[in-house]
T-cell receptor, first 115, second 111 residues
């Protein structure tokens, strides 16, 4: 298994509160991603990083921010959580980004419930 | 917006049966990947196909990329309970140059 650790694994929070999810990798991969998974939508890319302090938006980035101060850590922050952000969040890593032949490794997921 | 539609959404079959899952899009992709996800875990890559018409086999699983690189299929022969899970297709190198995931097919194989 790829060395990816997500924390927390489960969290319940109230609407309007800030939430930070952490992803830690031990593979030294350049690319890191945050996806959310919702029924009927598959996995949707929130943000990704292609190096320390280098990040870009995905298809559902509104309401989310990210930071990557070290190669091994990628943080996802919900500045003011809303019920629509209740989801399962997956961190993923890869060596070569969005290119043919790329293999993406996923973490085990973080279940977030906003009440 | 690029979309990858998978069908069927849900499939419940008996052990030993054959099945096919489809992944369709109106967009052209440079590559198509299939993942399997088990409950409480992240998706795991099964295969990548990159050439139109390409067929790859992984034991009892056969993957095909459409000639026009807009669709793909996954065929499982003699399904086993261990095949149970969520199957996701993902297209790469399309208009957005990101990896776009399909809506998923939830497969349950009953013993």
């Amino acid at each position: 298994d790829a060395g990816i650790t997500q924390s927390p694994r489960h969290k319940v929070t109230e609407t309007g509160t800030p939430v930070t999810l952490r992803c830690h990798q031990t593979e030294n991969h350049r690319y890191m991603y945050w996806y959310r998974q919702d029924p009927g939508h598959g996995l949707r890319l929130i943000h990704y990083s292609y190096g320390v302090k280098d990040t870009d938006k995905g298809e559902v980035s509104d309401g989310y921010s990210v930071s990557r101060s070290k190669t091994e850590d990628f943080l996802l922050t919900l500045e003011s959580a809303t019920s629509s952000q209740t989801s399962v969040y997956f961190c993923a890593i890869s060596e070569i980004g969005f290119r043919v032949g790329n293999t993406i490794y996923f973490g085990e997921g973080s279940w977030l419930t906003v009440v | 917006t690029q979309l990858l539609e998978q069908s069927p959404q849900f499939l419940s079959i008996q052990e030993g049966e054959n099945l096919t899952v489809y992944c369709n899009s109106s967009s052209v992709f440079s590559s198509l990947q299939w993942y399997r996800q088990e409950p409480g875990e992240g998706p795991v890559l099964l295969v990548t196909v990159v050439t139109g018409g390409e067929v790859k086999k992984l034991k009892r699983l056969t993957f095909q990329f459409g000639d026009a690189r807009k669709d793909s299929s996954l065929h499982i022969t003699a399904a086993q309970p261990g095949d149970t899970g969520l199957y996701l297709c993902a297209g790469g190198g399309g208009a957005t140059n990101k990896l776009i995931f399909g809506t998923g097919t939830l497969l349950a194989v009953q013993p």
